[in-house]
């Protein structure tokens, strides 16, 4: 195979191969549009949900973080001429089938930082090497967030298992979001992802990532004495 | 009907200017002085929580027990959360909801890092502070910003959140209020 392309600025995306700028595009519109629904649909209710004032402000300051994420996309996404209106919520794309289940409990709020919030480590990650540089930068800007949004979910969780009533409660959030997350990663046979992969824009096929995935979401939970529960992969 | 109209550029610049200005942080753990004492009573008196006894934490571990008490009061996060909605919707009345949507997420967003780095340089400085509570302090003083231009927005001078955002400029966190009495840091 020959050398991948390598993008350095976004004046450079300007002259790369079409295919590459469709795919730069579809992950930046897809990165700002689930960044600003999770900021929406969880954590900011979240905020309401938090049990002492220390945990609404920590919760703010995911929040901001995660809106904060969704304008890092955008503004890359207008520089690269995306227009604002295709990295919204309702402008045709679909959002993940985890955002059509609104938060009720802080319970949930938790266990969506301790395991959505790994999903969405293991999707930077996979951007960290990426050869559109600009992307590859706001993904290294944004991983010692999405990082300390996993640990938000692991010390709430060490909080709330120190009773039996808590840990029931989590048990049941983790059982219920857990199932839609291995899908966050996208289908075997992803079109997209061969392209992102040819392009060396991403690193990793779906189902490498998805297995890494479970793998680690196994682990956290067995720190905190929780299972998972068992999910169909993928098509 | 009320007349909606484009957000006003200038009233939300000089917000900003406000926000670069201020003294996040600066004054945590120092003695209360008499501007702060006005500030904390207008801000009870503007909230409508009755008579407070004035209570100051001293070091970083203090106030993050004040964070964390189980019989904190929820009255005065529930007040401001009222306050909150119906300036939200005062706001709405008059500007874009997008636009104003956008406006507020992106002054929030670009100030976080600032009194994220504010809050830093104050633990450092102090030291006991877990690391967490630099990102709820981030966290208090976003949450003030935003209640600032969304009453500026709503043009409620006689907001709460304008005493609050003065004790915040002034160095100051709010802590909340744990049975009678409201806590500074």
């Keep these: 195979m020959s050398d991948p392309i390598v993008v350095k600025t976004v ?12 795919a730069i595009a ?11 629904y999770g900021a929406q649909v969880f954590d900011e209710p979240a905020i309401a949900y938090a049990p002492t004032p220390y945990a609404k402000w920590l919760t703010c300051r995911v929040a901001m973080e995660e809106y904060g994420h969704h304008v890092r996309f955008k503004q890359l996404g207008l520089q690269i001429g995306i227009p604002e209106e295709r990295m919204m919520p309702g402008a045709g794309k679909r959002p993940l089938s985890i955002f059509e289940f609104p938060l009720k409990t802080w319970e949930e709020f938790v266990a969506i ?3 959505a919030d790994l999903a969405e480590i293991l999707q930077v990650e996979d951007l960290l090497h990426c050869t559109f540089h600009p992307l590859r930068n706001l993904a290294r800007a944004t991983m010692p967030e999405e990082r300390f949004h996993a640990q938000f979910g692991e010390d709430f969780s060490a909080e709330l298992v120190k009773t039996p009533k808590g840990k029931a409660r989590l048990q049941a959030a983790v059982n219920e979001y857990y199932p839609y997350l291995p899908s966050f990663f996208g ?5 997209n992802n061969e392209i992102f992969r040819k392009w060396r824009i991403k690193q990793r096929t779906n189902d490498e990532m998805r297995q890494d995935f479970i793998k680690r979401a196994s682990e956290v939970a067995a720190k905190y004495g929780l299972t998972l529960p068992e999910v169909r992969q993928a098509a | 009907m009320s007349q909606v109209v484009v957000l006003p550029r200038t009233l939300l610049d000089q917000v900003k200017a406000e926000l670069r200005a201020a003294a996040w942080f600066a004054a945590l753990g120092e003695p209360l002085t008499d501007g702060d004492r006005a500030d904390a009573e207008g801000y009870a008196r503007a909230l409508g929580l009755g008579a407070l006894v004035l209570g100051q934490a001293s070091d970083w571990p203090e106030a993050e027990r004040v964070l964390k008490a189980p019989d904190w009061s929820p009255i005065w996060w529930d007040r401001e959360e009222t306050q909150r909605r119906r300036l939200l919707v005062e706001a709405e009345a008059r500007y874009p909801e997008r636009a104003l949507w956008t406006a507020l997420t992106e002054l929030t967003t670009e100030l976080g890092d600032v009194v994220h780095g504010r809050a830093g340089v104050a633990a450092a400085r102090m030291a006991g502070a877990a690391k967490a509570s630099v990102h709820v302090a981030a966290g208090a003083a976003a949450q003030a910003a935003y ?3 969304l009453a500026r927005l709503a043009e409620d001078a006689a907001s709460p959140f304008e005493s609050k955002f003065r004790l915040f400029a002034a160095g100051r966190w709010p802590l ?4 009678s009495t409201l806590i500074l840091f």
């Design chain 1, 11 to 22: 004046e450079e995306l300007k002259s790369a191969p079409e295919e590459y700028r469709e």
């Design chain 1, 26 to 36: 579809k992950l930046v519109i897809s990165h700002a549009i689930n960044e600003l």
């Design chain 2, 176 to 179: 909340g209020v744990v049975g």
């Design chain 1, 187 to 191: 289908g075997s046979k992803s079109k």
């Design chain 1, 113 to 115: 930082k301790l395991l």
């Design chain 2, 147 to 149: 209640q600032l231009a």
